[in-house]
Structures are given as C-alpha cells and as structure tokens.
C-alpha cells in the first residue's frame, strides 16, 4: 500500500529575511522578521495571502502566535494552526503538519515559518529550573549544565570511546560547512577554516570546541506548503513532499536533556527510528539520497545522524566525513549551505530551504543531477523529525 | 588543571512529589534511588510511572553510591559570566553499582581535568552547598 502522504503535497515557495549575527536585527520585531519571511515565500509560490489558510511551526525556539501572524498579514481564514512540541528540531516536522492537513483536506496552502532573534541580555545567574520544566531537571542542572552543547558532547564523547572517532572527524564536518558557506552571498560565516584553525579553537565543553558549535543569528525562514496537484499550476518547479515523518523512541525520550537513553543506542542522535519510519513511508533508502541537509548546532551530532539514518554504519561517520565523503563533491554532500555551523541558524528551517532549492536546481551550491534529498530538523528530545524531498 | 565545581550559591532544587525523597535522602547524605515495587525496574528522573510496567509505587532502595563513569564532559567555557571562575568542571553521568536501569550526574571533584576517563570507579560524596540543599557529586576510588 502506497502512504497517502507520498508525493501528494508539494513545496512551492521559500523565502527569507537577511541574516544577521545573534541580536544584530534589532530593532526590528520578531513578527517583522517572521512576516517578512512569509511574505517573500508566498511571493514566490506565485500567491497572494489571500490564499493561505494555515500555519504551522516548530514550538521551541520564540513560541510565535498564529492570531497575531494572521492578524497582522490579514489571512482572511485560518484553518489549519499547529505547533511541533518539544525542544528539539522540529521544522521538518512542521512541514510534516502542513502536509498532513493538506492531504486530510484540512487546509489547502500552509504557510511554515521559524524565526530567530536572540536577545540581548543573559536571562539567568543560577541553576533554578525554569517554572515549568519539571524537577527532573535539578539532577542535571546542580552540576552546572546550562547549555545543550554540553549534553550533546557526553553523548559524543562516548562515541568517541566507543568507535575511536576522533576531534579530526569533527573538525572535517565545520570545515566542509565553512566551506560551503563561502559561497553563499548571504551566510554569517564565510572565511574558510583549517584543520589546523579547527584544532587550535578553544575547548568549550571537551569534546567539543568553539567551531564544533553552531551560529547564535537572527532572521526568518518561511516556506509554503500545498497539494501536488495546486503545484502544477504554480509558477516555480514543484518539489514534491516524498515522506514526512517525527517523533522517536519512547526510550529516548527526553535524550539529551536527561541522558537516561539505553546504552544500546546513546552513543546516537535519537534519529534511528524516525529514519526508519521516513524510509518506510518513502519507499526508498538511504542509498537513493543525492543530498542531505541534516541539522547541525553540533558538528559532532552531525555524524551521530549519518549513521542513526542509515548513511555510514555505527562508528563509521567520522571516517567516512575526513575523507571527504560530506563534501560537495563527496558520495553524500551535506549542509550544502553551510548549514547552522556557517550559513545561519534559523532553528533549521534554512536547511529545508536549502533542500527545496536543491530539488529546483537553483541552489548555490547545486549538486548536479539530485533529485532526492533528506532534512533533519536536529537531535535533541523527541520528537525529531524529518522529510524526504524530490524533484517534481 | 586541577577541577573546580560550580558557585554553591547557584545551585537551586525544585522539588515534587517524586524527587522530594531524593533530596531528602541526599541531606542525609544518603543515596536512595526509586525502584519500581511491581517489576525491579530503577526510575531516574522520579516520576509518577514506571516505563516498563505502568506502576506506580517505588521503593527507595538506598545503594553504596559506587559506580562507573559512564560518560562526561569538562566544561572550559562559563555560559554565565558569574562562572567565570569555576571553570573548568567536570560533569559525569555514573552508572549506579546495584541499579542498572539509570545514571546519576554529577561534579567529578579532587581530580584533574586529565585524570577523567570513561570507566572510571568512582563513589559518591554528598556536598552541602546550603544549609537545605545537598547534592552529590563523584571521586575517583
């Protein structure tokens, strides 16, 4: 039996504000930023507002609010409004919802949007947990973890000690970002960087070092969302929706932000049985991907999802990134923008972006001849999420 | 480099219900771990279930407080600047001798930042870093 979902829904308009390093946009709104995303995204699937009739997003991140978006751009019905829980990376997800709303008739153009703007003062001088996080938190936070870099480098750091992979095979991850990056007019972070720059960065939470983390930036990414048969008709080449697919294994649960995963899959991303759930769904596999766009705030966690999802076996993602196989001219390039690490970092909406320009050919970077690629919204708690997107 | 630990007066516990015995164990200086009454089964972070069998009831098993880093990482960088000068620290999560199901984190202390390593035997010392907030943290055995 053929999923519903496949290749029924199609993106068809992407757009975005400029990027700025982290509180560089102000004093712009974080609805202006958001606004402006979507506006160019309708624009460029040939729509108007008129047209739009749902909103979906990625909760985390500045926790946007659909009666004021709609307020404010004068959506003249709303049908459809969800949001992806948790706090892990959820913009894939989002376009999941749109498309499920979308092919249950629930809606008919989706408008997914995930801003970014950081502030501009410390919010916090102590380990209290935030009102509403639980008390599940005070045993982790006692021993001064503040930050999901440091969660993420005990889970690499295990791999590390299980696999032999080494700070080199995270290094080749931030310099084939940074490389990329290079290239693109519009990234935060375009200087090239070397191994030995990679080796010589300071140690921020050992294992990981400044240029293993991701970019703080502001700015917005939008894309519209809406049935492949609407696509048709619509000015720009269809990139059809081939499988959408969130969540993750009860047992990984809470992930980083408990550290309590099984020992036979925490030296992971969390991606393992989301990854099977979009093969399954795609009919294909990771042998049919030409171009993966996999979220990257860790370059470390970066390789943790090539091998959850399929692409190298367990331990042989760091191997298979120095020698070169992430690369645009690698066997699977990846972060063909720069990803998180050097483009921007719009809580990882920019790479679906990226994937949606890919599959038009009309990407920066382009890699010739793709037609099928994967994104990954980021490893953290569940759900992660993903989609699988081809060529019209 | 010789570890450090974090500023005692940032340290800060909610509690509820589930973690409650916990902390109050651990001002007692006492490891006391839930254990699900029905099916054996440890259950960290507290909570009102468990994973395994959908009880609720625990037992709170007091344990030696012995165990084996699992794995960790030595935070160089203050993400506050008022941790400017507890860095570097070293944050491990221990796996438990006699509970299998869960880790402990916790502040390596009396080590330098070379002598952590995965595997490490390590025991508990309780900390009291307030007159109403204890917590544990690991020393190399």
């Known amino acids: ?392 | 480099v010789k570890l450090k630990t974090p500023p005692d007066e940032h340290v800060k516990i909610a509690r509820d219900k589930w973690t409650g015995p916990f902390w109050e164990a651990a001002a007692q200086h006492r490891l006391a771990i839930p254990r699900c009454t029905n099916c054996g089964r440890f259950r960290l972070p507290p909570g009102p279930f468990c994973p395994r069998c959908r009880a609720s009831e625990v037992d709170l098993v007091e344990l030696s407080g012995r165990g084996r880093v699992f794995t960790y990482t030595i935070i160089y960088h203050p993400v506050m600047p008022s941790l400017a000068d507890s860095v570097p620290y070293a944050v491990a999560a221990v796996d438990l001798d006699g509970a299998e199901d869960v880790r402990l984190m916790g502040n390596i202390i009396d080590a330098d930042t070379d002598d952590v390593r995965i595997g490490m035997e390590v025991e508990v010392v309780w900390v009291d870093v307030a007159p109403d907030v204890t917590v544990p943290r690991f020393r190399r055995i």
């Open chain 1, 1 to 392: 039996v053929t999923p519903e979902l496949r290749d029924s829904t199609a993106i068809v308009g992407v757009g975005e504000t400029k990027f700025y390093k982290r509180g560089q946009s102000y004093p712009q709104t974080i609805y202006e930023l958001a606004g402006n995303a979507i506006i160019s995204a309708v624009e460029d699937a040939g729509l108007t507002m008129d047209d739009v009739d749902g909103l979906t997003y990625y909760g985390f991140g500045m926790g946007l609010d659909s009666a004021y978006l709609a307020q404010m751009l004068g959506i003249p019905q709303v049908r459809w409004s969800t949001c992806v829980t948790g706090g892990g990376g959820g913009c894939p997800g989002a376009i999941g919802l749109a498309a499920a709303a979308i092919n249950a008739g629930m809606a008919s153009v989706v408008v997914t949007v995930s801003p970014s703007q950081v502030l501009t003062f410390r919010i916090t001088s102590s380990f209290a947990t935030p009102p509403g996080w639980g008390p599940h938190w005070d045993l982790l936070t006692h021993t001064g973890i503040v930050a999901p870099g440091q969660l993420c480098s005990m889970i690499v750091r295990r791999h590390m000690y299980l696999y032999g992979t080494t700070r080199e095979h995270m290094g080749a991850v931030a310099i084939s970002s940074r490389a990329n990056a290079g290239r693109m007019p519009n990234a935060v972070m375009r200087t090239p960087i070397t191994m030995d720059d990679y080796l010589s960065a300071r140690m921020i939470s050992d294992p990981f070092c400044l240029l293993d983390y991701c970019q703080e930036s502001d700015g917005a990414a939008a894309t519209v969302t809406t049935s492949a048969e609407r696509a048709k008709d619509l000015r720009p080449p269809p990139v059809l929706i081939r499988a959408a697919a969130q969540g993750g294994e009860g047992a990984w649960g809470q992930g980083t932000e408990a550290l309590q995963m099984p020992d036979s899959y925490f030296a992971a991303s969390g991606y393992r049985g989301v990854g099977a759930e979009l093969y399954k769904s795609a009919g294909i596999g990771p042998d049919d991907i030409d171009v993966a766009e996999i979220y990257d705030h860790f370059s470390g966690m970066v390789l943790l999802q090539l091998e959850d999802l399929g692409f190298c076996k367990p331990g042989e993602s760091g191997p298979f990134a120095l020698e070169g196989g992430i690369r645009l001219d690698g066997k699977l390039p990846v972060n063909t923008h720069g990803g998180s690490h050097s483009h921007v970092n719009l809580n990882g909406m920019t790479h679906v972006t990226e994937a949606v320009r890919q599959m038009r050919g009309e990407a920066v970077n382009q890699v010739v001849g793709a037609e099928t690629s994967l994104v990954t919204g980021g490893p953290s708690k569940l759900p992660m999420s993903a989609l699988i997107l081809r060529k019209g």
